[in-house]
């Protein structure tokens, strides 16, 4: 019985050739008492091991290859919870002390971190030997014996290398004169021989250069790999105790990553109060808060059972800590909402980590925590996004760097950069490699697929390079290539973190992250707290202050009144350019055809216009039953439970989860496994098992083939998308309140969306076009009036902000604003004189015509910005360049197109008319029909139109369908572009941003597009440097 | 009076492309660059890639995609796509040989002061009536550029940056790519309403400069002048100032002629055609001090150096001398020819004799010693047995071996010509030696195939079979397995041993893992 001690998997980054799934599957095959996991300086891959361990009842032993500047590598094995515990404090220090991806440990680190591991000295490995042991690697083993007494082992690695029996004799010397056991080992880069090219190829891309350079830096032989039982007896036939001892080694260490329990923070409870009993008290004082009329009798009852189910399951800390993250946030006025399965629950109403009313939304908490699957309940909190950070800085503040961390997300190889990075290392041209590269994104469905592609680029796939490049690739892809933050989950825990997993530097200062990855956490059970960003939460705060500014009115977001019909007529009308989620193209077109009336229709939109659902054809069959045109049935009453609320139309991953269970049988447990599956099966390929299963259960219980294939589709469907109804109810309510602001402040909601830049899907300049449209009154940025935001002047008078000015620093425009405390500027030098501000920021605002209350038109303006100083040294006595008297310049008067031009030039808006207006009649006797007048028309009537193009999107679920957005003076048109068109006319297309297109108008149910059959480039008359957001 | 005609020629590193390589006429051509991410970017690009929606500025892989064949525009006629790398030297190259060929028009020429000039200036004062007026003499520049196959627009002024000017505006189109080829413009002397007419781009000023004037208005030099000059030299410095003078003429700026630089190479013809070795090699050495002393202004020393012989209606003949170090001392140059001369039978008298410097690099330059040439001139003494070796037996043949890092033998090594090589001067960076004994010195190329007794299967050998002999083997180390290569076909798959035989002789064997044959690969002496 052997036990493999020394084994890096590809967590190692570009060493290890072999996921831990793999070797810890080749290990059980080849009837192993236990495999150790030691990646070099790193616990980022012992999770995966774990997991693949468990289902094959192997042995894993947790371990990492420590790497110290001034001794020997070693190899520590922990053996028992204590010890993991200091081997992953020593690999935090190690990570901490070094930029991010290093680590940098001496042995003095390692002594202050020894007791209770086991270590594996390596010693010689890669030296020229000697059959007398120098008198360095005696010392060095002397000195790791001092620190770990009894616990120190010399390893023993013999891959066939030039001079294996002098080693065997060196290390026996060394053993024997230091008193050190000598131990067996592989030093294992990959499970089975055959990876020794990709092992190759890794070790080429680490160095940069290609395969055939890499010479000396490659491994010469395929050695290793995970050895069976008869060729180690062999290899180790002169050292049969140092086989043995691998044994006794595998039975010191009795630790499983399964010891690890979570523990929660308990100081949020004051002293005297369990954190049970605090909570409750939060919750009911919540409660009295939220309904001071008295909490209703619904509310009442679930807030009971909510409790009580907290209380069993001991998630109280939980809740707590949430909402002590909330309860600051709320103290520095950082405006956030709950969301995610507990986070629509009564309790959380009451603690103010959502506002999604339980008395208005019928969504019932055992779905999101239940009891049989024992699983952790999951609220992630959106926070605005330009104030994220501050949340994230006092957690570290509030539990320490040794007791919080970020969660990692491990960066995979993707078809793109695997092929890259190959071709890279197989020495083909750089152009050629570029272009493979080009035409390759995500992950291709089939392996298949890459081979097709490949050809299309012109490689030949049977010639000996082109399946090498294939072969490795699909090897490459799913490889973890390095460790990057979780976009906001932080981990918080009792004793300190740092002995649960290593913590490491992050890329971004003040940042640390653990090196587990979300998955791993989850597989051990550990929570997180996922602190995310949202820009529309920051807008909406923003949009508070400014109505409280102006009117008075204190609006919150629970606060919002709800069910305003005004409001849904507006969103039925699609007139929803800058609301939350729904405000895309894609929600646009299905405003008129959904037209949601309450709150749940808006968590449906939110949730149908989604690739999941669009893939599993699930919105066409939804909008049919609700118009009534389709009958809705359920194959049985179960089902029916299920799928009720949405009209037998799954369109939530939690339906589909039940469904799984009521029609297929599932157990909850592999209900949650099918969830995962389908985040990951595009890699994996595990559907396919549950596609059986699922297939066999549905029959077993009465229904039919065709009704089972279709669920599997929409399943299927999901894929990486699947969008969670908890999820969901908390965005609607977002859109909701957005939506109210933007129908009933305008003003203030175009400003502070402004304000919030960069966010959402529009410019500013579409914004206040759209501000206007409705009633607003927009004033130009002025030095005598604007600050560094846009603010309001009167409830729909908005004023733009210095903020929209192009290359204007924050810095001049604080400096303008404090000057004009002492009173208006009168002219442009008295204004330079106030402000100091140099030549270069004066003219930018002249050029920018902010200093149209000077009664100066903009080139005079700019004539006089440029003769202020340049630098802020004092002028010469006698400077010949400075004549006394400035006579009048006699410069030429703009016209209004020149001025628009200018404004789009300085701004990216302007507030004059239109550029396409100037054109208008040019393009009537071209036959072009503006915008606005589309409606009149009749459904697949040939239309013309000309304008602006303001985005191209093209969506992955569009065959190649290229949306654009084309505005002129009147509005904005939705085109459509297939493929072949695109192709044609690829030039104009891709390039030019003003069209005159010829197409046929699709025009129903109040959704009009234009599809495009023929375009004409107008750039040169329409145009001048107009920006317009591509492909986002 | 100076009068100056310029000579524009519009996108000149496509056509100077297709003036080398005539091909490429029909190709849709386009020229990139490594910008400072070392991504591709097209530079420039013919008119037809232009047809195809190239660009320059795009990134490469985004021209390659739209003239891949078959793709977009689809209506549009299939053109050879023609991709290169922009070479700014050999375009300013080009443009000085054109350069020297418009001395036919005027002995002063000069390129426009450029990073990348594509524009000549002649200055034609006083020389027009030699082609009957400026007219014809433009259009004689013109039509000889047109026999050419240039495609150029011509102006004359009295200023060079208005003559630059009116070559490209003249027509009103600063877009070479669509105007008439061979455009001109005569302006006559003293003629301010055309001039004021240019746009202001012409004076070439900061970028950020010429958009404010635009942003003020100010377009044409018209609109400039009438601006107040103080005014202007406070707003813009004093450099716009300048540049308007230099346009008007107000301050004068006269034309830099172009120099081509000399070659380092020197010829000489013989009164008498010769046949006389004694002649030759006198005229040979002359030539080389004459040569040295060019080297000598350069610091340079030769590393590879041509010598021909020109004889009557024969092919020349060609002595080529590679040096191990730089060196500009001509004795030591003629006693290297000298060895090469003696083994070339003349075919016919020789007539000329060229001599050109291939290769240089910088001279070393080495401190004489006040006491005796003692044992440090053994380098140099090195390198005159390496140069003459080499000089009589080939370049080729004085090699010298180096390790390579790679795991399979004979692939370790490489043997790299000692002489004409500036690489040869720099020590390589060798990769570490493989312990003692752990490799032979000699290396059987290819491994010679052997019988092998072994007592197991896969176990070492304990007899083989040489040569007809046969060796028993008395101690045996490895096996040391290599399995590499795979990168360069079928890897090679190998179990190697050191073997000593009873009668003392080390050997290096392998078994081929594929087909577990024997080989004896080298010997440890």
């Known amino acids: 019985m052997y036990t493999e001690l020394h084994c890096k998997t590809n967590f190692s980054f570009l060493q290890g050739a072999s996921h831990p799934h793999e070797l810890v599957q080749r290990a059980a095959e080849l009837g192993y008492q236990a495999l150790a996991v030691t990646d070099k300086n790193s616990l980022a891959g012992v999770v995966r091991a774990h997991a693949a361990a468990k289902d094959c009842g192997l042995k894993l032993i947790v371990g990492a290859e420590i790497t110290p500047v001034d001794a020997p590598a070693v190899v520590l094995w922990a053996p028992d919870r204590a010890a993991y515990g200091r081997l992953c404090r020593l690999i935090t220090r190690g990570r901490r002390q070094a930029a991010k991806g290093q680590c940098e440990l001496t042995w003095q680190d390692i002594a202050e971190h020894a007791e209770g591991l086991l270590a594996g000295v390596l010693i010689g490995d890669g030296e020229r030997v000697s059959e007398r042991p120098n008198h360095v690697a005696q010392t060095a083993l002397g000195r790791y014996r001092q620190i770990f007494p009894d616990r120190c082992y010399l390893i023993a690695e013999f891959q066939r290398g030039p001079d294996d029996q002098r080693r065997l004799e060196m290390l026996r010397h060394l053993a024997h004169a230091s008193g050190v056991p000598l131990v067996a080992a592989g030093d294992v880069y990959y499970h089975i021989p055959a990876r020794q090219p990709l092992q190759h190829v890794l070790t080429a891309i680490r160095h940069g250069v290609s395969v055939a350079q890499a010479g000396g830096l490659l491994f010469p032989n395929a050695q290793r790999h995970l050895k069976s039982p008869d060729e180690l007896r062999e290899r180790f036939a002169r050292l049969p105790d140092a086989l043995q001892r691998t044994r006794e080694i595998a039975e010191r260490c009795t630790f499983s990553l399964a010891e690890l329990r979570y523990e929660y923070p308990q100081e949020l409870a004051p002293p005297g109060l369990t954190p049970l009993e605090y909570l409750k008290r939060l919750t009911w004082q919540g409660a009295q808060q939220r309904y001071p009329d008295g909490v209703p009798d619904k509310v009442l009852q679930l807030l009971k059972h909510e409790l009580q189910l907290i209380g069993e399951l001991h998630y109280e800390a939980y809740f707590l800590t949430v909402w002590d993250l909330v309860q600051f946030a709320r103290s520095r006025e950082i405006l956030c909402q709950g969301r995610g399965s507990a986070a629509n629950s009564a309790v959380c109403y009451c603690l103010g980590i959502t506002a999604v009313n339980p008395d208005r939304v019928e969504l019932l908490f055992e779905r999101f925590i239940s009891k049989e699957r024992d699983e952790a309940p999951d609220i992630d909190v959106d926070f605005e996004h330009q104030r994220r950070e501050e949340v994230l800085q006092y957690l570290y503040q509030k539990y320490g760097r040794e007791r919080a961390g970020l969660a990692a997300a491990v960066i995979t190889y993707r078809t793109r950069s695997a092929i890259r990075e190959v071709g890279k290392a197989l020495g083909l041209s750089l152009d050629c490699i570029d272009r493979l590269a080009k035409n390759m994104d995500g992950y291709p469905q089939e392996a298949i697929e890459l081979e097709q592609r490949c050809q299309e680029m012109g490689i030949d796939t049977t010639s000996e390079v082109g399946r090498r490049l294939v072969h490795l690739t699909k090897e490459l892809i799913g490889f973890p290539r390095h460790l990057s933050q979780h976009v906001g989950g932080m981990i918080m825990t009792r004793g300190p973190l740092c002995e649960l997993v290593p913590i490491e530097n992050a890329a971004m200062a003040d940042r640390t992250v653990v090196q587990w990855d979300k998955d791993d956490l989850e597989e051990l059970g550990i929570l997180k707290v996922d602190c995310l960003c949202l820009g529309m939460l920051t807008a909406i705060r923003k949009c508070f202050a400014l109505i409280r500014q102006t009117t008075g009115r204190q609006l919150s977001l629970a606060g919002i009144p709800a069910g305003d019909t005004r409001v849904y007529d507006m969103i039925c009308q699609a007139d929803t350019m800058g609301v939350f989620q729904i405000e895309s193209r894609a929600q646009m077109a299905m405003l008129p055809r959904l037209r949601p009336r309450c709150d749940y229709d808006l968590v449906i939109e939110v949730a149908i216009v989604r690739p999941g659902p669009i893939q599993g054809q699930m919105v066409h069959p939804y909008l049919r039953r609700r118009a009534g045109e389709e009958a809705v049935t359920y194959p049985n009453d179960a089902i029916r439970r299920v799928l009720e609320r949405t009209l037998g139309v799954p369109i939530f991953q939690e339906q589909v989860m039940k469904l799984a269970v009521v029609a297929a049988g599932f157990t909850p447990g592999e209900a949650d496994q099918l969830r995962r599956a389908m985040g990951a099966w595009r890699r994996n390929g595990h559907m396919e098992t549950f596609h059986q299963k699922l297939l066999d259960g549905m029959r077993q219980r009465g229904l039919s083939e065709e009704f089972a294939e279709r669920v599997f589709q929409q399943i299927r469907g999901f894929g990486e998308y699947g969008f969670p109804e908890s999820h969901a109810a908390s965005f609607a309510l977002l859109v909701y309140v957005s939506a109210y602001l933007k129908h009933y402040y305008p003003a203030a909601f175009t400003a502070a969306l402004i304000n919030s830049q960069p966010m959402g899907f529009y410019a500013p300049a579409q914004l206040v076009c759209d501000a206007r449209r409705h009633g607003v009154e927009v004033r130009p940025a002025d030095v005598n009036y604007s600050q560094w935001d846009c603010t309001l002047e009167g409830e729909r008078i908005l004023r733009l902000g210095f903020r929209l000015l192009r290359g204007l620093a924050a810095k001049d425009a604080a400096a303008i604003i404090r000057a004009r405390a002492a009173g208006p500027f009168d002219t442009i030098d008295q204004f330079t004189r106030r402000t100091g501000l140099l030549q270069g920021a004066v003219s930018r605002l002249a050029e920018a015509d902010a200093f149209g209350s000077l009664a100066c038109d903009r080139r005079q303006s700019l004539w006089d910005a440029l003769s202020q100083p340049k630098s802020r040294s004092p002028r010469p006595l006698l400077d010949p360049s400075d004549p006394a008297v400035d006579p009048l310049a006699d410069l030429p008067a703009m016209t209004v197109q020149e001025q628009v031009v200018a404004d789009y030039q300085t701004l990216g808006l302007t507030l004059r008319p239109h550029p396409v207006s100037f054109y208008r009649e040019h393009l009537q006797r071209l036959g072009a029909t503006p915008a606005a007048q589309l409606a009149n028309l009749p459904h697949r009537r040939q239309v013309r139109v000309a304008g602006l193009i303001l985005l191209r999107q093209r969506p992955s679920t569009g065959n190649g369908i290229t949306f654009a957005t084309l505005e002129d003076e009147t509005g904005t048109v939705n085109l459509v572009l297939y493929k072949s068109i695109w192709e044609r006319f690829h030039a104009i297309a891709r390039h030019s941003n003003a069209w005159f297109v010829r197409g046929r108008l699709e025009s129903r149910h109040g959704v009009i597009h234009v599809v495009a059959q023929h375009l004409q480039d107008m750039q040169h008359e329409l145009t001048h440097r107009v920006p317009s957001r591509d492909f986002q | ?525």
């Open chain 2, 1 to 525: 009076m100076s009068r100056i005609l310029a000579l524009w020629l519009p996108n000149w590193p496509v056509q100077r492309l297709v003036r080398d390589q005539p091909d490429r006429m029909s190709c849709a051509i386009v020229l990139y660059e490594q910008d400072a991410r070392s991504a591709q970017r097209v530079k420039a690009c013919s008119a037809a890639a232009w047809e195809h929606a190239v660009r320059p500025g795009m990134p490469l892989a985004e021209a390659q995609t739209l003239l891949e064949p078959g793709a977009a525009p689809i209506q549009k006629t299939e053109v050879r796509p023609c991709f290169a790398r922009h070479d700014v030297g050999r375009d300013r190259e080009a443009l000085v040989e054109l350069a020297e060929w418009c001395e036919q028009f005027s002995p002063l020429v000069g390129l426009d002061p450029g990073d990348e000039p594509d524009t000549l200036l002649l200055e034609v004062g006083g020389l027009a009536h030699l082609f009957g007026g400026e007219a014809a003499l433009a259009q004689a520049v013109v039509t000889a550029c047109g026999q050419q196959g240039l495609t150029v627009h011509v102006a004359i002024a009295d200023t060079i940056d208005a003559a630059w000017g009116f070559a490209r505006w003249s027509q009103g189109l600063s877009d070479g790519m669509r105007s008439e080829p061979g455009s001109m413009a005569v302006i006559p002397p003293g003629d301010v309403a055309e001039r004021d007419r240019l746009p202001v781009d012409v004076l070439r000023l900061p970028v950020r400069t010429t958009e404010q004037l635009y942003r003020l208005g100010v377009r044409r030099i018209g609109q400039l002048h009438r601006l107040p000059r103080a005014s202007l030299a406070a707003r813009f410095g004093g450099s716009l100032l300048e540049r308007l003078d230099k346009l008007t003429g107000a301050i004068a700026e006269p034309l830099v002629a172009h120099h081509a630089r000399e070659p380092l190479s020197v010829c000489r013809t013989f009164e008498h055609p010769t046949t006389h070795h004694g002649a030759i090699e006198h005229v040979l050495g002359e030539l080389l001090v004459q040569l040295s002393h060019r080297l000598l202004e350069q610091r340079q020393g030769v590393l590879r150096l041509t010598c021909q012989l020109v004889c009557q209606n024969r092919q020349p003949l060609q002595i080529d001398l590679s040096l191990f170090r730089p060196t500009s001392a001509p004795q030591h140059l003629l006693a290297l020819a000298k060895l090469q001369l003696a083994l070339l039978t003349l075919p016919d008298a020789v007539e000329e004799i060229r001599i050109r410097a291939v290769t240089t690099a910088p001279c070393e330059q080495r401190q004489g010693e006040l006491f005796g040439d003692a044992p440090r001139e053994h380098p140099a003494q090195l390198a005159l047995l390496i140069e003459r070796l080499s000089n009589r037996l080939g370049r080729e043949r004085v090699v010298c071996g180096e390790l390579q890092a790679e795991s399979q033998a004979e692939l370790a090594y490489r043997y790299r010509p000692l002489a004409g090589d500036s690489a040869s001067l720099r020590t390589p960076a060798l990769p570490p030696l493989p312990g003692p004994l752990l490799r032979p010195l000699c290396l059987f190329e290819p491994p010679q195939s052997i019988d092998v007794v072994g007592i197991a299967l896969d176990g070492p050998p304990a007899m083989f079979y040489y040569q007809r002999r046969r060796y028993r083997v008395a101690r045996c180390f490895g096996p040391e397995r290599i399995e590499t290569g795979w990168w360069r076909g079928e890897s090679s798959r190998r179990d190697y041993y050191r073997v000593e035989t009873d009668s003392g002789d080390r050997w290096w064997l392998f078994r081929r893992l594929q087909d577990q044959r024997w080989f004896l690969q080298g010997v440890f002496e």
